[in-house]
């Protein structure tokens, strides 16, 4: 595709809901990463994936935040239980490949979730 | 764990004027990357150094990458309306396999 496209743009869930958010990553970029994005902040890493392989989940903040990448192209970042504090924008990106040649990333426009 | 960090949050210029944003790590990097973020936007790629001592220009930006790879610095020239966002750098550590984001220096520029 163009670029990276992730879906819903905005998703209201109820404290304690399950949503799963996805990314559309761009054909044939290897690398697949998620971020957390609050209000005023930084991008914080959340996951990585090398083809269908998650190579780095340290930063998935509780064991509520699943992804999975199953054949090394679409992503579904999964949050169990909803909790207010996970109220944030959700961003993807992708790069072509791996190692410091490759690594600009293609952000998605992001998932605005908001916990009520 | 590795830490980005960036000074200032905040700068306001008058159009024309310059600006300069700084990115410092807690441990030294194997390369940056610069991005912008416009308003209700996504991050946006810029640059990437990957050298010590590197600089590299774009237009009215400037990039520089600190002798030691553990600081850098993004200054505009003659900052114009389109300026206006957030920039952030994102280091990736020596034998690391993900950028780490800084908090952004936030860019308004007054007409």
């Known amino acids: 595709g163009a670029g990276v496209s992730q879906s819903p743009r905005y998703k209201v869930a109820k404290r304690g809901q399950d949503v799963a958010l996805r990314c559309d990553p761009i054909?044939?970029?290897?690398?697949l990463f998620w971020y957390q994005q609050a209000l005023g902040q930084g991008p914080e890493f959340l996951t990585y994936?090398?083809?269908?392989?998650?190579?780095?989940k340290s930063g998935l903040p509780s064991d509520r935040f699943f992804a999975e990448r199953p054949e090394g192209s679409v992503s579904t970042l999964k949050i169990q239980r909803t909790q207010q504090e996970d109220s944030a924008v959700y961003l993807c990106a992708s790069s072509l490949g791996v190692g410091p040649e490759n690594t600009e990333a293609f952000f998605g426009q992001g998932t605005r979730l908001t916990v009520v | 764990g590795q830490q980005v960090m960036q000074i200032p949050q905040y700068q306001h210029v008058q159009e024309g004027e310059d600006f300069t944003t700084y990115c410092n790590s807690s441990t030294t990097l194997s390369n940056i990357q610069w991005y912008k973020q416009r308003p209700g936007g996504h991050p946006v790629f810029l640059i990437q150094l990957v050298k010590s001592g590197e600089v590299k220009k774009q237009k009215r930006l400037t990039f520089q990458f600190g002798e030691a790879k553990k600081n850098s610095s993004l200054h505009i020239t003659a900052t114009q309306t389109t300026d206006v966002g957030t920039y952030f750098c994102?280091?990736?550590?020596?034998?690391?396999?993900?950028?780490?984001f800084g908090p952004g220096t936030r860019l308004s520029v007054l007409p």
């Open positions: 994102a280091g990736l550590a020596n034998y690391g396999q993900n950028f780490v």
């Open positions: 994936f090398q083809n269908e392989a998650q190579l780095d």
């Open positions: 054909s044939g970029h290897v690398s």
